[in-house]
């Protein structure tokens, strides 16, 4: 069966005619031809839109996006197919549900080759495209790059103790990685060809912190983002719309909302209310109705037809329909929108969630479903099954009926014949595929308890307070022994609190279930091998490799643990590996870096450290590296800079403050070494190395009675050095 059926009837009619438009060149308002317009689509993480300015939200400070919406057209309501961002960029960038293209949640699964991305389409068509994503679902190994020329998805490593690192990039430097981009390609003379961006920014999604200026009269934190993103997305369109080529089109969406309390949920993931599935969508250019507020109801998979169609390229099938005859001022009839959430399945092993939704009603298919209107109820507090059961079970029937006649592709990353047939064995194979929805398991309304304290004292803890963090994660474990999440956090508690043996043992509980993840099984690998089982760590790290080839986290770990071996070869090659996967991976970079050091190749190691610097002009260690290669191979002045910004980055890196203070001693500048010696000894512990450099440095500013003082302390620590108690008793000081 065909996953979604052509068109007909009137709709046909529309199509064609739009078709017929479409093939032509657009016209201006005017009348007068104009070229192809460039066309910038812009998603915003976790953007409720009722905290715009443009929706009527009186504190906001949004005044870029407001612009956009008078200047453009902005959808009274933009529905979103998954309150999860995988899945629902997925929609956004190939048209089709979850249930056309089968990412089904963040993480372990790929956007399959079936699902043809906007992306692709432009590229056939002559477009450059280009693609700069913030937040770590969006990596490419998640196939979210197919079509684009360039995928920038570089995500600095960042210093959120709570939080893995590489998680997220802000909005200021994803701006400006675009500008960039916008620069170099200029100066190659690429402009001639039309452009496709897709600009991703991550920053409303919890942790919210936002930069002190964009916090300054927000009513919230949450605000706070949302004021900084607004922010950059002004730097980049003023600098877009500055230029003389060709008009823009810009849409601009969310791929879902947060839930921020409302029906009891933190943040967004589980449930299906418009606290995360309503979104804002705006869209400006030539053939816009100014000011337009359209009260067709937008959708994720409306995104790639409606842009395909301002660019005039050939529509194709999609899930979704066009709404630039609606963003022109038309009244379009409105067209239902299916939602899921299958993470309360997959993670928690509750009942999943799905929605149906006309302009007026929503259908939220849960073990006790729940039925809204959304005219008198928009806030979604008084469930109407029970009062209308006959349009219960009508939107029932309808949600079933597009439900059993979709055909999903199977989405999840390959895996190894040997896990295939543990999963089946478990029941686990095409659970998460075009397979009916499961009715059984915990209503998610029920469990949502669970999950905020999860949130709250399990995820947010586990890295920073991880013996609190396991005491409530046991605790939820033994309310509801399935949740695999729990499960999951756990092992990363044990992991931060050095409990690696605990650790191992709740992972390898995971695999039994036939739930160890990619991810968790690079967790797994590293807690092996901290607890000194390097043979064990390098079976299942050559196991995950082997099953996701595309996954560079695996074979980092693993270089790691030939690292320990001494095996540095074995290392070097890891580590090349991961740069064919990912160029300019951090990590790959940095111990490439290191084993050059240890191989006394002080060019090489330079180089790939100076590489990391250019990425992430803030990578603290980075900085000290590469600043004590240049201290070593005679450059004290580079050194000096670059250590300099390493200590005003965190002023307690003992390590460079020992270089700074050495490069600046070396190079004439012994009073402003002075200090830096000190500072050092304030911040590490004590060495022979820091007190005699402290020594020397006051000798040569004649201060005989500090120098003496450095020495004593040094022979202290060892006495045993001769030539420091020769000058000692030269100072006259025995
Ligand atoms: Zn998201």
Redesign the pocket.
Known sequence: MKPFGRPRGPFAFAIALTLAMACGRAKAPGGTTHATPDVLLVTI??LRADRLGCYGYAAAHTPNLDALARRGARFAVAVAHA????P??ASILTGVTPLGHGVRD?GAYVLPSSARTLAEDFRQAGYRTAAFVS?F?LKRRFGFDRGFDSYDDHLPRGKDARRTAYVERTADRTTDAALAWLDASGAAGETRKPLFAWVHY?DP?APYEAPAEAMAGAASPYDGEIAFVDAQLGRLLQRLESRPQAPLVVLVT???GESLGEHGEDT?GIFLYDATVRVPLIVAGPEVREGAVPETVARGIDVTPTLLDYAGLPARTTMGRSLRRAAAGERLADEPAYSESLHPQLQYGWAPLFAWRTAKHKLIEAPRPELYDLDVDAAEQKDAASRDPQRLEAMRRELSRVMTAATTPSAETAVDAETKERLAALGYVGSAGGAPPVRTGKDPKDGIGLVTRLGRNGMTVARTEPEKAIRELTALLREDPGMLVALRTRAVAFAAAGRHADAVRDLRELEKKGALSAEDAVVLGDNLRLGGHGKEASAVLEKTIRANPTFAQPLLSLAAVHVEERDLAAASAAYTKVLALEPDNPEALRGLGDLAVVQGDAAQAGARYARIVELDPTDVAALTKLGVVKVRTGAPAEAIQLLQRAVELDPKNAEALLYLAGALAASGRASEAVPVFERRLAVGPRSTMVLNGLGLTRLQLGDRGGAAAAFRESLKLDPRQPEIASTLRELGQP
Do not use: R, V
């Open positions: 993480d976790t309150p999860l961002t995988a629902s960029h963040n937040g679902p991550f999604h969310a791929d879902h967004h």
